[in-house]
């Protein structure tokens, strides 16, 4: 008779663990908690049965800056989920790839909505010119920038 209880009892509480765990796949963006920093990286409570790692890379393109000045233990965050399993069990995630994605769905919805975009001229490419909004690389055909033809397009690089 206690044996049957004990089984009950850790069934339950198996069901009970699973359930309150997230079910993620690569591309989800989710929410996270900054556990700990280190130089090299950051480990982010995704509600998951592992943590996921993010590393300096998937947090900056700047490669010169001190992680700990950016995050700290208990900042809550939004992270791509880049891999399931590092090969040691961990979840790699970014914060850049979501950033990324976070902008694309804004781009889109400016879109749908007709409300237009502040974008900055980086270069000049053949057909038009490039900018960059809020790290998402747009291309505008020449044809855009003016209601007139425009044969230089070098005046409208920092505009």
């Given at each position: 008779?206690?044996?049957?209880?004990?089984?009950?009892s850790?069934?339950?509480?198996?069901?009970?663990?699973?359930?309150?765990?997230?079910?993620?796949?690569?591309?989800?963006?989710?929410?996270?908690?900054?556990?700990?920093?280190?130089?090299?990286e950051?480990?982010?409570?995704?509600?998951?049965?592992?943590?996921?790692?993010?590393?300096?890379?998937?947090?900056?393109?700047?490669?010169?800056?001190?992680?700990s000045?950016?995050?700290?233990?208990?900042?809550?965050?939004?992270v791509?989920?880049?891999?399931?399993?590092?090969?040691?069990g961990?979840?790699?995630?970014?914060?850049?790839?979501?950033?990324?994605?976070?902008?694309?769905?804004?781009?889109?919805?400016?879109?749908?909505?007709?409300?237009?975009?502040?974008?900055?001229?980086?270069?000049?490419?053949?057909?038009?010119?490039i900018?960059?909004?809020?790290?998402v690389?747009?291309?505008?055909?020449?044809?855009?920038?003016?209601?007139?033809?425009?044969?230089?397009?070098?005046?409208?690089?920092d505009?």
């Amino acid at each position: 008779m206690t044996e049957n209880n004990e089984t009950t009892s850790m069934n339950e509480l198996l069901e009970e663990m699973g359930s309150s765990i997230k079910k993620i796949n690569t591309g989800d963006i989710i929410k996270g908690k900054v556990v700990t920093v280190n130089e090299n990286e950051a480990v982010i409570n995704i509600g998951y049965m592992s943590d996921g790692l993010l590393s300096k890379k998937d947090l900056s393109d700047d490669v010169d800056f001190d992680l700990s000045s950016i995050l700290k233990p208990e900042d809550e965050i939004l992270v791509s989920i880049v891999s399931m399993n590092d090969g040691e069990g961990n979840v790699l995630v970014s914060k850049k790839e979501a950033d990324k994605i976070k902008s694309i769905n804004d781009i889109e919805m400016a879109y749908n909505n007709s409300t237009p975009v502040a974008l900055t001229i980086k270069e000049i490419v053949k057909g038009g010119v490039i900018g960059y909004l809020n790290g998402v690389r747009i291309f505008v055909p020449a044809s855009l920038l003016s209601l007139r033809y425009v044969e230089d397009l070098k005046a409208f690089v920092d505009q």
